[in-house]
């Protein structure tokens, strides 16, 4: 008889779960809080084990058809002159640019598309409550309807509301630094490099390309105040123009944008909990174990971490063996990607013109090919350890593409 699953969220880490196991002869339903696949959201990187992921899904080359077209990576000063530039990766892990990056809402929409002949989808509706009595879980949905599966799934990022009901005392590690991505017309003088302005004070301000015809804009900064990213569109976006306002090079073209109705604002954050499941009930992708952006490696934690879960929920009668079997094979992937490079995230946000001197020197330090391979400081910022653990070969058939 097959056995039922409920996974709540449709982004990286659900929809890639829901493939695999689907294959593995689950009934498999996944629930998602919005009306339809989300598209916000700018590069991202697929490295390591991630690319494994989805070569044995077949997926590699969908996702290099969709890729952003970005070069490289290049630190600039407030007029937009490069001072310090470094190649894209050439290789499945490094590199600030990684080797395969692709925005984060096409990417969801390759795993649904792929996962979804498999899968019921539920969009527009969630978890309410759940009752875990040893041998299945009871569901309440918030549409009104109850059902009963098997096993449950968490997949709905780093402040998910469902984990609440299962760990009321899970809490965010704050990295103190808010992010806001946001397309915007490109322009001519946009090129194909992510080109990266440290402003001082804090702030961060970015450009990447696309593979749209737009050009993706970030907005970083370091704050102690928290819950910004819970205000609405207007307040959000009055905090932005205030903090950006004096900053020069495209931060007027930036703010100009900010109601053009991509903006995604968020309180960047990292997910340490003791355990990543409770009875039938566990945690996936960043859900469990954030590392946040600043650690380049979210998306391929959540590709690595639904491809073992997937195995190892195929391969045990009892869910909750499944899950700890599941923990113990990507913690120590997950426990690396989280420490980050020393400094991080504030070495980037200088405060000071000093603090932003030492920063552009160290730049220039890392990209000369001799000085940055013998300081080891290009390996240590824009290597994440995306290898640091080899994929178990799992008996589920692969798919077709
Ligand atoms: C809109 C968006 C934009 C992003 N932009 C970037 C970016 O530019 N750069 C970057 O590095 N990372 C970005 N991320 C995060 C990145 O996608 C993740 O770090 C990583 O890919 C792991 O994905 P995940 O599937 O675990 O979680 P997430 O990608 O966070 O997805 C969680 C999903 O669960 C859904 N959800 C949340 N709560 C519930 C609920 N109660 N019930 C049902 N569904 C729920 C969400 O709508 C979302 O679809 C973004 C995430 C989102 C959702």
New binding site residues.
Partial sequence: MSRSILI???????PTLASWLSRAGWEVTV????DHV?E?????DVRGVGRQVIRRMGLEDAVRAAHTGETGTEFVDEHGRAVATFAGGTDDTSGGTAELEIL?GQF?KILYEHSKDGAEYVFGD??TALHDDGSGVDVEFQRGSRRRFDAVVL????R???RALIMPDARIHELGLYNA?LAIPRTGDDTDRWRVLPCGRGRMLSLRPDNLGTTQASLSFISDVRGLDRLGHDDVAAVLRATFADVGWVAPRVLAELDNGSL?FEDIGQAKLGTWSRGRIAL????AH?AS?VSGM??T??LAGAYVLAGELAGHDDPRDAFARYEQVLRPLVTKAQQLPPGAPRIAHPRSRLQLAAFRTAVRVAASPLLGRVSGLAGKYMTPPAEAITLPEYPIPAAAA
């Avoid at 629930?31 to 919005?34: A, D, K, L, S």
């Avoid at 997949?155 to 780093?158: I, T």
């Avoid at 996936?284 to 859900?287: S, T």
């Fill in positions: 709540s969220g449709a982004s990286i880490a659900g629930v998602e809080r919005f989300r916000q959201g700018q590069n991202i984060r969801a969630q978890i997949a709905e990022g780093l998910s509301r469902s991505f995604y996936l992708g960043d859900a954030c952006p979210g998306t934690l959540a």
